[in-house]
C-alpha cells in the first residue's frame, strides 16, 4: 500500500487524501513528518494542515518536548471535528448511529422496521436519522454523509439482487438516490456483511492484520475479503458470498438454488430452525430470544452448535487453503456468548496451508467491534470513500441535487460536498 502523494496541483484531492491518512494513523505527527511519510513538498503539507485545522478534521496538540532550536508543532485528528452516520437495515430494524472521525459512536437510534415497502421504510429511516442529528451539538455541515448497509447486492446504490430471504418490492430500488434526496445528504449504500469487514479492519482487527477474511452472521450468512487494507469486491460486487460455500453437498434446500450451503447450517435463521417450527414464530425470532434459549441449555441449540462448528470447520479450510488469509475474523448480529461458544467448537481446525504458521487462536477469532459492527462499517462508508480511491470505484455515492447548487464535482469528485466547508470545491488558486 502506498501513502505517497504527488505535487502536481491536479492531484490536490489525493494529496489531502494521504496527508489526513497519515494524521489519522500516525498522530500526532509534526508537518515534517507528515512531508516525509508522503512524499509532499513541506510547502504543500503546510498548506493542507492549515486547511485541516481551519475546517476543524485535525487540531494541534502542543509542541514536542527536547530536540534543539523551535521544537515542532504537532497535529493529530480532531474527534469532534467531523462525524458521519451509518444506518443498518435489516428485515427486523434499523440502527443509526452518529460516529466521530476516530470511531466512536456518539449517538445511537434504533426503531422496528414497520412495514417492508422501500418507501415506508426509508421514511423510516429519515426519522431515525433526524432523531440523532439534532439530538447531538454536532453541526450539520461537519456531517460527512450517511451510510447505509443492508442484505442484499448493490449496483451504485441500486439493490439488485435478493438475499436468501427476500423483501419483497426492493429489486431495482435505487436506495441511494431516494435516500440521498430525503437527507440531503451523500449516501453511500453497500452490503451488510462487506461493511461489516470494513468497520472490523478500520477500528478492530485490522490493526494487526492487513488481509483477513471476516464471516458475517446475520439472518443469512455473508463476509468480506479484506486485501491490504480494503475490501475484495469481485467482478460482480459479489466476493466473498462465504455462506453459499456448498460444505454439505445434497444437504439442505438453499434458497440460492443450491443444496448444503454452509448459511443453511451456521446463520441465525438456521439456529431460530433447530427449535422454532411455525413460519410467525420463525418470523418472530430475535437474536435476544436465541440468547435466552441458548443461556436455558435449550438442547435442539446445543445440537444446532454441534452441527454448525462441523461445518464452520470445512469452510474454514476452505477459505484458508483458497485465500492464505492473515486470519478468519467472525461477527455480526449472533450474540456474542453463542459465537464465542461455537468458535470453541470448532476448534481444533482442520490442517491447512496456514497451520503451519498460524495457530488456531489467530487463525479463527472472533471480532473485535462487537456492538453494532454493520452500522459502524457503515458509519465507515463516508469516511473510506475519501479516504481511499478504490473505495470510490466499488461504492455508488448519491447526493441530492437539490442542495448543492452547482453540478460540478469537486476536490474528491463529489458532488454533494459542495455545502460543506472542508469539501466546497477544487480550490481555484
Ligand atoms: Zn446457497
Redesign the pocket.
Same mark, same amino acid.
Given at each position: 500500500m502506498s501513502l505517497m502523494g504527488t505535487n502536481l496541483e491536479h492531484a490536490r484531492g489525493r494529496n489531502r487524501r494521504v496527508a489526513f491518512e497519515v494524521v489519522l494513523r500516525h498522530g500526532p505527527v509534526s508537518r515534517a513528518e507528515v512531508a516525509r511519510m508522503t512524499g509532499l513538498t513541506p510547502q504543500t503539507v503546510s498548506n493542507i494542515t492549515a486547511e485541516f485545522v481551519d475546517t476543524g478534521l485535525i487540531r494541534e496538540v502542543g509542541r514536542r518536548k527536547g530536540g534543539k532550536g523551535q521544537p515542532a508543532l504537532e497535529y493529530a485528528v480532531d474527534g469532534e471535528g467531523a462525524y458521519t452516520i451509518g444506518v443498518h437495515l435489516d428485515q427486523q430494524r434499523i440502527v443509526g448511529i452518529v460516529v466521530n472521525v476516530l470511531g466512536e459512536i456518539v449517538e445511537r437510534a434504533q426503531v422496528l422496521v414497520a412495514s417492508q415497502n422501500p418507501e415506508q421504510v426509508l421514511g423510516q429511516v429519515e426519522r431515525v436519522v433526524e432523531t440523532l442529528v439534532p439530538s447531538h451539538t454536532l453541526r450539520r455541515n461537519r456531517l460527512l454523509g450517511v451510510g447505509v448497509v443492508m442484505p442484499g447486492f448493490f449496483e451504485r446504490g441500486v439493490f439488485v439482487s435478493y438475499g436468501p430471504l427476500s423483501m419483497e418490492g426492493w429489486l431495482d430500488f435505487p436506495v441511494g438516490e431516494k435516500l440521498s434526496r430525503r437527507l440531503r445528504l451523500p449516501v453511500y449504500v453497500d452490503n451488510d456483511a462487506t461493511a461489516a469487514a470494513v468497520g472490523e479492519s478500520l477500528y478492530g482487527w485490522g490493526h494487526q492484520l492487513r488481509s483477513f477474511v471476516y464471516i458475517y452472521f446475520g439472518l443469512g450468512v455473508g463476509g468480506g475479503i479484506i486485501v491490504d487494507g480494503q475490501p475484495y469486491a469481485g467482478v460482480h460486487q459479489r466476493a466473498a458470498e462465504v455462506?453459499?460455500l456448498i460444505v454439505n453437498p445434497g444437504g439442505k434446500v #438453499?434458497? #440460492?438454488g443450491?443444496r448444503g #450451503?454452509l448459511?443453511r447450517y451456521i446463520s441465525l435463521f438456521s439456529a431460530y430452525e433447530a427449535f422454532l417450527h411455525s413460519e410467525s414464530e420463525l418470523e418472530a425470532a430475535t437474536p435476544e430470544y436465541l440468547l435466552a434459549e441458548f443461556e436455558k441449555g435449550n438442547p435442539a441449540l446445543e445440537r444446532w452448535l454441534e452441527d454448525a462448528a462441523y461445518y464452520l470447520r470445512i469452510a474454514v479450510n476452505q477459505l484458508e487453503n483458497m485465500l492464505d488469509p492473515g486470519g478468519v475474523v467472525m461477527g455480526g448480529v449472533l450474540p456474542g456468548p453463542i459465537l464465542t461458544a461455537l468458535i470453541d467448537k470448532v476448534r481444533p481446525l482442520k490442517p491447512s496451508i496456514v497451520s503451519r504458521s498460524g495457530s488456531d487462536l489467530t487463525r479463527l477469532a472472533q471480532g473485535k467491534v462487537v456492538v453494532d459492527t454493520p452500522s459502524i462499517g457503515a458509519a465507515a462508508l463516508p469516511m473510506s470513500y475519501l479516504l481511499h480511491p478504490a473505495t470510490q470505484e466499488r461504492l455508488a455515492l448519491h447526493a441530492s441535487d437539490t442542495n448543492s447548487g452547482s453540478n460540478s464535482s469537486n476536490t474528491f469528485g463529489v458532488s454533494g460536498f459542495a455545502d460543506i466547508p472542508f469539501f466546497a470545491g477544487e480550490p481555484t488558486s
Open positions: 455462506g453459499h #438453499c434458497a #440460492c443450491s #450451503c448459511e
